[in-house]
């Protein structure tokens, strides 16, 4: 009985062997890799994030919180965009003549109630000879009446007006009378803020018999609208002067 199982013990020994080793055997089992997923999920400190790209355009979007530009209203245009007369072209100096006294009173008007004649509207802007508006300049007219006569004693039919932040002015007058020897004409003088006097000048108007004035630098001519419901005709004329 012996015999038969010290014969069969070798045998029984290496099955068991091959036994352990198949449950260990195979590949090794590899150890899990240490996971740095928190950690790369955390923004990371001082990081810049590139713009949100509009890939059409290769223009950044709008960040979150800005308003969207989109349908925004066009922005006013500027003078010279408009179009506006001012090519930086200097306004024609012209004779002062014997007429001229200093000192008129600021106005909005030199209409006065018993004054016959017909209405207009002397307005426009004062630029520099770069087209920048000059605002506080005193632009100071004197003219006829509707009869051809200065007032050389007071100040009728003479007045300043100060230009506001655009350089416009506005002044309200009557188109001068018949002059002997000459085209229908406004004197003006310009000043600076400062009081220097920058032009001195005159605007020409149409003769009696609706001609335009001859004889005169076509850029001293105002431009003359269509009469109003009063009647006023508006005189646009801008100034370009040099500073
Ligand atoms: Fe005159």
Not at 106 to 118: K, V, W
Request: net charge negative.
């Amino acid at each position: 009985m012996f015999k038969r199982f010290s014969s069969f013990l070798p045998l029984a020994l290496i099955l068991l062997l091959a036994a352990c080793s198949s449950t260990n055997g195979g590949s090794p089992t590899a150890s899990p890799i240490p996971t740095t997923t928190g950690a790369a999920a955390l923004p990371q400190t001082g990081a810049t994030l590139d713009p949100q790209v509009d890939f059409a355009t290769n223009t950044p979007l709008p960040e979150s919180g800005e308003e969207a530009p989109a349908d925004s209203p066009t922005p006013p245009p500027t003078d010279a965009q408009a179009g506006l007369p001012c090519t930086g072209e200097l306004t024609p100096p012209d004779q002062e003549g014997p007429y001229y006294t200093p000192g008129s009173p600021e106005r909005t008007s030199l209409i006065e109630p018993d004054m016959s004649g017909e209405p207009i509207l002397l307005t426009g802007q004062v630029f520099d000879a770069d087209c920048n508006p000059i605002p506080g300049a005193q632009v100071d007219f004197w003219q006829t009446d509707a009869g051809g006569a200065y007032d050389n004693a007071g100040y009728r039919l003479r007045g300043h007006t100060l230009t506001g932040p655009d350089g416009g002015y506005a002044m309200e007058t009557i188109l001068p009378g018949e002059y002997p020897g000459r085209p229908p004409h406004i004197h003006v003088k310009v000043f600076a803020p400062d009081g220097r006097e920058l032009l001195t000048s005159q605007l020409y108007f149409p003769e009696a018999d609706g001609q335009p004035p001859a004889g005169v630098p076509a850029s001293l001519i105002p431009e003359l609208g269509e009469p109003d419901e009063q009647g006023r005709r508006e005189a646009r004329f801008d100034f370009v002067v040099r500073n």
